[in-house]
């Protein structure tokens, strides 16, 4: 039976590899994720995720569909070149690729091909943070995970492929860059994990415009202590971020609707 608003989208599970569909459910839970917790921008803004076993492709979101609405079978694959490898069938809708979120994304799967999964959003208050002159302040020990975040000056809707090599270099080595006067991008090596930084990301952002909104002076933090804290939440020094709350948040997915994992 026919679901009232709910796209009828063929099952793409028999038409890739295991290691694909993995990625795809992994994929559309994050999309799923990211508008629960309330940093999604209706059909705006993208989340893309390397395939695993073929080199160049990774997936992304059909432009055209809620986040709430994502699910394994809609994503679409693309390669590095902007080349559509598969996708499935829409039907009248013929949903494709927004051209501003290939063009992001493509960019940072080819620089650093140890990244799995981007995160770009727009959520109000990581677009506050961006037009903010200060920017990200380590007022909080969340935002200090974020001490050495890179930032990338606005140069109108990312369009053009000659603003790559100064996104990628802005972006650097590092999980997170605010592009200014625009939002937020972070990367990881895994959906959870990515996930895991975005939403440490916000939170930060959030508690950072709410202090300010007190009309208050701040409480700074030593420099020592700044570099001590940002230091202990390092790869080298802890755990990889998402391994022990990814399992959980597919959980609370799965009780909420596990229709992401069609």
């Known amino acids: 039976m026919k679901r009232p608003g709910v796209l009828e989208i063929p099952s793409m599970k028999g038409r890739c590899s295991d290691a694909e569909w993995q990625a795809r459910v992994d ?15 209706m059909m705006a803004n993208h989340i893309s995720m390397r395939v695993p076993d073929e080199e160049g492709a990774f997936l992304i979101n059909p432009y055209g569909m809620m986040y709430e609405e994502i699910t394994a079978s809609c994503l679409i694959k693309v390669d590095i070149e902007g080349n559509i490898l598969s996708r499935p069938d829409f039907g009248a809708l013929n949903y494709g690729v927004n051209r ?88 990881g090596r895994t959906a959870g994990e990515c996930f895991n930084w975005t939403h440490r990301l916000e939170l930060a952002c959030r508690s950072q415009i709410g202090a300010m909104s007190c009309n208050t002076k ?34 609370k997915l799965d009780r909420l609707d596990p229709g992401y994992r069609d």
């Open 27 to 41: 994929l559309a839970a994050c999309y799923r994720l990211v508008d629960l917790y309330g940093m999604s921008d």
């Open 100 to 187: 501003a979120g290939y063009v992001i994304h493509s960019a940072i799967h080819q620089a650093r091909p140890e990244v799995g999964c981007i995160i770009h959003t727009h959520s109000w208050a990581s677009m506050a943070v961006s037009a903010l002159d200060c920017g990200l302040l380590p007022i909080t020990q969340t935002a200090m995970r974020f001490l050495k975040i890179g930032y990338h000056e606005y140069q109108g809707v990312v369009l053009d492929d000659s603003e790559k090599a100064s996104l990628i270099a802005d972006l650097g080595q590092g999980e997170a860059v605010i592009l200014r006067n625009h939002g937020a991008l972070v990367v």
């Open 218 to 251: 701040l409480r700074p933090v030593p420099p020592d202590v700044l570099e001590e804290t940002w230091n202990n939440y390092q790869p080298g020094t802890r755990r990889p971020y998402g391994l022990m709350e990814w399992p959980a948040l597919l959980r």
